[in-house]
């Protein structure tokens, strides 16, 4: 959540600059982000921990990166975050995909697109293997996360 609820993302260059930042896998020390969704006040996402260390770590040092990047954007400095995040481990691998697909539609739900194609600031990893695919581009296929 961004701080005091602020519609940071509703400024495409804010957006952009926090997109361009989750995108990164320099961004996630100890983790894969498997997909996410920027939304106008907050985002979400679906990460992957490689047990090297705790979500609260990730979470903290991905949040600063994205600030900084959010910061230079809009040519000032001050809080993006509201401190802490909210977290939701999935018990089951089958819980993936359902969660992924739910997490990128909340745009949709949100009503500020009426199709996911129309939305820019979202991602998974899933996309980028299936453009692969069907440009006969030799790939791992969809990423194994288990």
Not at 97 to 107: D, F, M, Q
Not at 124 to 131: F, S
Request: some cysteine; proline content about 5%.
């Amino acid at each position: 959540m961004t701080c005091d609820r602020q519609r940071l993302f509703e400024d495409w260059r804010c957006a952009w600059a926090a997109a361009a930042c989750l995108s990164n896998p320099a961004t996630w020390d100890c983790a894969r982000l498997l997909c996410w969704v920027l939304m106008p006040d907050h985002w979400h996402g679906l990460l992957l921990l490689d047990g090297a260390g705790p979500l609260s770590t990730v979470m903290q040092n991905a949040k600063g990166r994205v600030a900084r990047a959010v910061n230079l954007a809009r040519g000032r400095g001050g809080s993006v975050w509201m401190p802490g995040f909210h977290g939701h481990a999935l018990r089951h691998e089958r819980d993936i995909l359902p969660s992924a697909r739910y997490i990128v539609a909340n745009p949709l739900r949100a009503g500020l697109v009426d199709r996911l194609g129309g939305y820019p600031y979202w991602d998974a990893v899933w996309v980028d293997a299936a453009k692969k695919r069907s440009q006969g581009v030799d790939s791992m296929a969809v990423p194994s996360v288990g």
